[in-house]
């Protein structure tokens, strides 16, 4: 299904549909380009703030957005996403396939309106047997709007957020491991960076222990992807990792979940949809920066050769594990892949993970918990970038104590810790793999929606793709 673009068109150009951005101070922009009992009505009614306009015409309909002042530049630009979002009702309702957006604002916030509106126009409608109606196709963007180059860009993130999505929402009845595999090759393909797949036996070579164990009770071999973007003019001379949990499905495995936990594990792999994604949109902007992407990917299934409670697993770095608890899978594959990391000396390695409901239950659905070892500069410049895309961040500490209920009585270290704190006790556990910089971003909250929230479509959302990709370009500018 083609998905909406965003284009860059000439000054002056006529739409038949067209989006008027305002703001409340300057609204006698408006004056020239309305009738004049357009602009009567329109008038009176901000003054009733009124803030949303819809003016039927012979050649097509046009729509005016009032956007309320807000000193907060980041609250500004989301403000205008969420209004864009809201616009995709009537323009569905009207079967409207092209729109042009104009900017009248004091601040220009007409590119973050058309992200919404084009972020919040997806669909995943890959199997319905019945063909859907016609949609949003193309957002048209003058120059007092947009210049092309930030056009091209915001297009690059949307196919980006997209195929993060596609990923996310495919069933795992046609998303297995292998298929997984196959996707991130075809990515790889289409957007123009390196992916190496690695089979069952050269994971047996490496000796990844905990990806091997989480697998024992699947009928799918494992697989480990190494992506690599490597432009010639990177800036950075050690390379940034990125490494996503790829659990393409999760029972729990033998501490099995219950029913209404498990309908939508298919989305425990959005870690790596994220990842993939980020390598996506850093090759197709030809972003100066060298990465690294790392997905261990798996099932967590059960069966007679299933993982069990109080089994000891030696990992790929050699420490040793005593499990506790079968649906705690996600910390040992990324640990097996933070090791694996070690080989090429990074600069900075970020996790992504679905890896805890105690994160949800903590944070809700609105922000990412992560932690790390990573310098405080780093720390704020990824929080910023949270601010800038909304895909906010709250830190969590990494206390040593936190450790101490990992401690095993036969292994060196246990699985998983007390009820309590359990995203952190997690992070706790993934930092004996590490020996670099790093951070854990636990998106178990955002990352899949049971309801849609604004332009964060129902399911699949696509988050961590658009921060990252803030983050690389702020921290290597």
Not at 13 to 32: E, I, Q, R, T
Not at 62 to 80: C, G, N, S
Not at 121 to 137: C, D, G, I, R, V
Not at 302 to 325: C, F, H, Y
């Amino acid at each position: 299904m083609k998905r909406v673009q965003l284009a860059a068109v000439e000054a002056g150009s006529v739409h038949n549909n067209l989006v008027l951005l305002a703001d409340k101070d300057h609204l006698d922009a408006l004056g020239a380009l309305l009738a004049a009992g357009e602009w009567a009505f329109l008038r009176q009614s901000a003054l009733q703030d009124v803030s949303s306009f819809s003016f039927p015409r012979a050649e097509g309909l046009v729509f005016v957005r009032i956007l309320k002042p807000e000193k907060d530049p980041f609250i500004a630009l989301e403000d205008a996403r969420l209004a864009g979002n809201e616009l995709l009702s009537e323009l569905r309702r009207y079967k409207i396939e092209t729109v042009g957006i104009q900017n009248l604002c004091a601040e220009n916030r007409a590119l973050a309106f058309a992200e919404g509106l084009a972020l919040g126009s997806y669909q995943f409608l890959k199997y319905f047997t019945k063909p859907a109606e016609k949609t949003l196709q193309e957002i048209r963007l003058g120059p007092e709007s947009a210049n092309p180059m930030d056009i091209a860009e915001a297009n690059a993130l949307l196919e980006a957020v997209f195929l993060t999505r596609d990923m996310v929402n495919e069933p795992h009845s046609h998303f297995n491991s292998v298929q997984l595999g196959d996707a991130v090759e075809l990515a790889a393909k289409t957007f123009g960076f390196e992916a190496d797949i690695l089979g069952k036996e050269k994971i047996e070579a490496l000796k990844m222990g905990g990806l091997l164990a989480v697998n024992r009770a699947s009928q799918v071999p494992p697989r480990f992807c190494v992506l690599e973007w490597k432009p010639t003019d990177a800036k950075n001379a050690k390379p940034v990792v990125l490494i996503g949990k790829g659990v393409v499905y999760d029972t729990g495995g033998l501490s099995l979940k219950p029913s209404e936990a498990m309908d939508y594990m298919k989305c425990d792999m959005a870690g790596a949809a994220t990842v993939v994604g980020a390598l996506a949109v850093a090759a197709r902007t030809k972003l100066p920066i060298h990465i690294i992407g790392l997905i261990p990917v798996t099932d967590n299934k059960i069966g007679e050769n299933a993982l069990s409670p109080g089994d000891v697993i030696t990992m790929g770095s050699g420490k040793t594990v005593e499990v506790v608890n079968t649906d705690a899978e996600g910390r040992i594959i990324l640990a097996d892949a933070l090791h694996y990391a070690k080989k090429y000396e990074p600069s900075l390695v970020l996790d992504l993970a679905t890896l805890t409901g105690s994160a949800v239950r903590a944070l809700g659905t609105q922000a990412i918990c992560y932690m790390g070892t990573a310098p405080k500069v780093i720390k704020n410049t990824l929080e910023e970038s949270g601010f800038a895309t909304y895909e906010r961040l709250v830190e969590l500490p990494l206390w040593k104590e936190f450790g101490d209920e990992l401690k095993s009585n036969i292994a060196d270290f246990k699985n998983l810790g007390s009820s309590n704190a359990g995203m952190i006790t997690a992070g706790k556990f993934l930092e004996n793999f590490i020996d670099y910089p790093w951070l854990h971003l636990d998106i178990a909250g955002p990352a899949y929606l049971r309801v849609a929230n604004g332009y964060r479509t129902k399911e699949g959302t696509g988050v961590g793709v658009r921060l990252l990709y803030n983050f690389l370009k702020k921290q290597y500018s």
